[in-house]
Structure formats: C-alpha cells, structure tokens
C-alpha cells in the first residue's frame, strides 16, 4: 500500500495527467468540506476504476484515510491494482496542512 503526503498529492496534482484524485466519501460528506477531486463513493469505486487506469496515480482520499486504506487494499487484491495511492491523513490532513482547493460549504 502506498501512501502521499498532502504536499506529495498537491505536486503530483500539478503534473497533468499524471495523478486522479478521487474523494471515496459519501455525498453527505462532501456538503462540509471537499477539496477540488472527482469524487466516486467507495461503494462505486471499483465500477468506476476501469476509466481510471490510464493515471500512473489514482490517490483515494476519504476524511482520516481509513476508508481509504482499506479501498486500496480490495482493488490491490480484487483488481491486482499496480497504481493506487492514500492521501496520508485524507482531508484532516489536507486541512491541517492549509494547502489549497479548500472549499467548505
């Protein structure tokens, strides 16, 4: 399993087409804060992945990174995932860190 930093994420975002940051909340979740992503609930995810393969980083974030770990861990087992990452601390960290595309509803 392979973790970013927010910074890591934040550079790697940069890059174009280089990195797919997806938030696996709830839509619930995201009427509180949301940072600039594409956001697929975790229930979905696996769907959704097969147009997502082409990113050498596809970067799962939920609120603490939990849920995240645990997404990666099924697609790296199920799907024999090769290019999935966790936002170290998902959007907690995120905030924390006050880097930005913050936007809070």
């Not at 990195?19 to 609930?41: M, Q, T, V, W």
Request: glycine residues 4%; proline residues 5%.
């Amino acid at each position: 399993m392979q973790m970013l930093s927010p910074q890591e994420v934040l550079l790697a975002l940069a890059a174009k087409d280089m990195c797919c940051l997806i938030d696996i909340r709830e839509p619930y979740e995201l009427l509180h804060y949301s940072i600039d992503s594409k956001a697929i609930p975790m229930a979905d995810f696996a769907q959704a992945y097969p147009s997502l393969k082409h990113y050498p980083q596809v970067v799962l974030m939920c609120q603490s990174g939990k849920r995240a770990e645990a997404l990666a861990n099924f697609m790296e087992t199920e799907f024999h995932a090769q290019n999935i990452y966790i936002l170290e601390g998902g959007l907690n960290a995120w905030i924390a860190q006050n880097l930005t595309q913050i936007s809070g509803h």
